[in-house]
């Protein structure tokens, strides 16, 4: 036992004395009064002595020499690295890697691309080369390349050593034809058409009138998207657990693919409850109108953008009273029978302020255009909504592929953040075209448009439409942040001739140009005012009345006209929910017709089911004249798509064989979708209808008035074909005048792309 005990204790002593040696060594200073370097020979010693942090007459202990050591290999700029001490010196000896020199691209034609590759290579130059930053780099091209469409390419590196010890990279691409998407399919999918999740991704099956959308060509970036786009969408439709368990290209024949996802929508789920959870500092008779939109909410289909925009309006409010530093969240429960209680609450966020905003990705782009749309500021306290708000702005100017954001700790104040935004700049310029047949004649169309000129991020766009009736031509130049505010500036320059002779006994020539200008005074509320000015050149047939004969001759109109909006609608394309009402009016400011025109126009949106979907429209629309009547040309004729089944601007007031239009008009659309009875073709959308109109009122000759209502209901059916989108209705008219020219089938086929 006392051998044992002996033994333990002589054991202990020496993992002591161990111990203590092998501290000593680790921690065992020295100060060194001199240190060299050797093996540079593009670095200087005081480059390499300052990404090394040793300094001349301190301490230094072997920890921090390997801290040295790592220090070095971090900046990438050495190969080898070696620290060989002497009683009072060090020698740091380094085999320097070698710089690149010149990249060059080939086998790249498009500028384009070839463009977007060298913003990224012109980063590398002169920065040390890596082997294994180079492969990075060559993935990082070909995923570029492959996402324009050129799924087929592939990339080979050389790499050239020059004797300064240098390298040249060269990266070739070997192209291949690019790979077209011939068709899209949804696989599970039960619930919607495939032709409304067509319209929800991205990606474009290739049509060859589509022969200028780059969306048709094979991008798994966008399929990614495309996979977020579809689950979104059904998560909005209260499939809480909806996932798009794959997506895969399957090549069909050579170039083209055929691109499916596959879909399990799950349940449907509903709100059970949704719990606002107040803070105490919060005084709850501010929040009574969220109440009312959470009441609203309960026992409605699950819709995470409701719940997101009864967060914006929380937010609102608490950035209204100044609660700066919160962030209200909500947590979603799902319960037995599909049900979901959601909890929102109110975070306490970290308080500090904005010391800096950094923008990088902007190689086109001017900075100033992305600040412009920033809420938040530098010296700003950190809200969270508003940098959400300003990022969504930011996205939302549509010259952006993709908007990224960091918060980092600031080096000067602890109680700072640096805030990094990266964007990735996307294409910006379109050319369009259209045609089209019908009932009423041929149109075609052509453009061409810009949305970022210069990098300025102000839009320019030009286009030509010609129809039997009307020629027409559009020149329009938009900044959305004038003078780096909230607020855009417009100038519009256009010209038309119109040819009404056959039918209303006059033709027009007008051409003129507005200057304009619009913002969101309030949150959903957008005004927008112009002034103009027109020189307008009328003519009357020889048949024509003596009223309209007595108004021939030219006009010159300097106007002022203002549109407010406020705009609930869940998304402006294709709405399945809430409201839009907007309300316009022109004042003449000088002019030889002295005439008022008002307009107010009423939207809603009501979803009873995922593919039931109830739309109703109102219209109304009237002119008068200060001093004298109203000018044919500026009197009011009920359109095409304001009331089927009868020929567009054919109703209402005659003088003798002429249609003279009305002060007054008015029109009511009601909508409903119909179950598709052409089984397996989700290509087909029915709709039912029903339209009412009237056109009243002539001030030069009460006796030419009629209140009579126009009206008429009937199927419309949108086939998207192979040749382009067919669209025809058939109409039945429920009442009408004898005068009135009906038209009870109409159909068209033709596009805009």
Request: aromatic share 12%; glycine share 6%; proline share 2%.
């Amino acid at each position: 036992m006392k051998k044992i005990v002996l033994r333990s204790i002589r054991d202990t002593l020496l993992l002591i004395i161990f111990y203590l040696f092998t501290l000593c060594t680790f921690s065992m200073a020295a100060i060194y009064s001199d240190i060299n370097v050797k093996g540079n020979k593009r670095l200087s010693v005081e480059t390499v002595l300052m990404f090394s942090g040793l300094k001349l007459n301190t301490d230094i202990t072997n920890e921090e020499l390997n801290k040295a050591i790592k220090k070095l290999y971090e900046t990438n700029y050495f190969k080898d690295i070696k620290i060989i001490t002497s009683e009072n010196s060090l020698l740091i000896e380094i085999v320097e890697n070698p710089i690149i020199q010149r990249i060059d691209i080939k086998g790249i034609k498009n500028k384009s691309i070839l463009k977007k590759l060298e913003s990224i290579t012109k980063k590398s130059e002169k920065y040390p080369f890596l082997n294994s930053k180079s492969k990075e780099e060559g993935n990082l091209l070909l995923n570029i390349v492959r996402s324009s469409g050129f799924y087929f390419s592939e990339i080979e590196t050389k790499i050239i050593n020059n004797d300064n010890n240098s390298v040249d990279l060269i990266y070739s691409f070997n192209l291949g034809s690019r790979a077209i998407i011939k068709n899209i399919n949804f696989q599970g999918n039960k619930v919607f058409k495939d032709s409304k999740l067509r319209n929800v991704i991205k990606s474009e099956e290739g049509k060859f009138w589509k022969f200028l959308t780059t969306d048709k060509y094979l991008d798994e970036q966008k399929i990614k998207l495309d996979e977020k786009l579809i689950e979104k969408y059904y998560i909005n439709k209260g499939y809480y657990n909806v996932n798009v368990k794959s997506s895969y290209a399957k090549n069909i024949d050579n170039k083209f693919f055929e691109l499916s996802f596959n879909i399990d929508a799950g349940e449907k789920y509903f709100f059970k409850k949704i719990n606002l959870n107040l803070n105490d500092d919060f005084n709850e008779l501010n929040f009574n109108n969220i109440n009312k939109l959470i009441e609203d909410l309960v026992g409605k289909q699950y819709s995470q953008k409701k719940l997101d925009n009864i967060i914006d309006e929380i937010n609102r409010i608490a950035l209204e009273k100044e609660f700066v530093f919160v962030d209200v969240k909500y947590e979603s429960t799902v319960k037995d029978d599909n049900q979901i209680i959601t909890n929102i609450k109110f975070d306490d966020l970290e308080k500090f302020y904005v010391e800096q905003i950094n923008i990088f990705g902007n190689f086109i782009t001017e900075e100033k255009v992305i600040r412009n749309s920033l809420i938040i500021d530098e010296g700003d306290a950190y809200n969270k909504f508003l940098f959400d708000k300003s990022i969504n702005k930011i996205k939302s100017r549509g010259i952006f592929k993709s908007v990224k954001s960091n918060i980092n700790q600031s080096l000067n104040e602890k109680q700072n953040k640096i805030i990094d935004i990266y964007v990735e700049e996307s294409p910006t310029g379109e050319i369009f075209a259209g045609a089209g047949t019908g009932t009423s004649g041929a149109t075609v169309a052509a453009g061409i448009k810009e949305n970022n000129y210069l990098g300025k991020g102000i839009s320019l766009s030009t286009n030509l439409t010609i129809s039997e009736d009307e020629i027409k031509g559009k020149f329009r130049v938009v900044n959305p942040n004038f003078r780096n505010s909230d607020r855009s500036l417009n100038t519009t320059i256009e010209s038309s001739n119109s040819d009404f002779l056959s039918t209303g006994g006059f033709k027009t020539s007008r051409t003129g140009f507005s200057l304009g200008t619009g913002f969101e005074q309030y949150t959903d509320l957008f005004v927008n005012l112009d002034i103009s000015a027109y020189y307008e050149k009328l003519e009357t047939s020889s048949t024509a009345s003596s009223h309209k004969k007595k108004q021939e001759g030219d006009y010159l109109e300097n106007l002022l006209s203002y549109n407010l909006i406020f705009n609930k609608l869940d998304q402006n394309f294709q709405p399945t929910d809430g409201y839009k009402l907007g309300f316009s009016q022109v004042l003449p400011i000088y002019s030889d017709d002295l005439s008022i025109t008002n307009i107010l126009d009423y939207s809603k949106y009501y979803s009873a089911s995922d593919n039931l979907i109830f739309s109703g429209k109102l219209f109304f629309k009237a002119v008068n004249s200060i001093d004298d009547d109203v000018r044919v040309s500026r009197r009011i004729y009920i359109p095409s798509s304001k009331l089927r089944g009868f020929e567009p601007g054919k109703i209402g007031p005659k003088d003798g064989n002429e249609y003279v239009g009305g002060n007054f008009g008015s029109a009511l659309n009601l909508n409903s979708t119909l179950p598709n009875f052409f089984s397996g073709n989700d290509d087909i959308d029915l709709n039912l209808f029903f339209d009412a109109a009237t056109v009243r009122e002539v001030d030069y000759d009460s006796s030419l008035e009629s209140d009579e209502i126009r009206s008429a209901t009937g199927v419309a059916v949108n086939w998207y074909t192979v040749i382009g989108p067919l669209s025809f209705s058939y109409a039945i008219p429920l009442n009408s005048e004898p005068s009135d020219k009906t038209e009870s089938f109409r159909f068209r086929i033709g596009t805009s792309f």
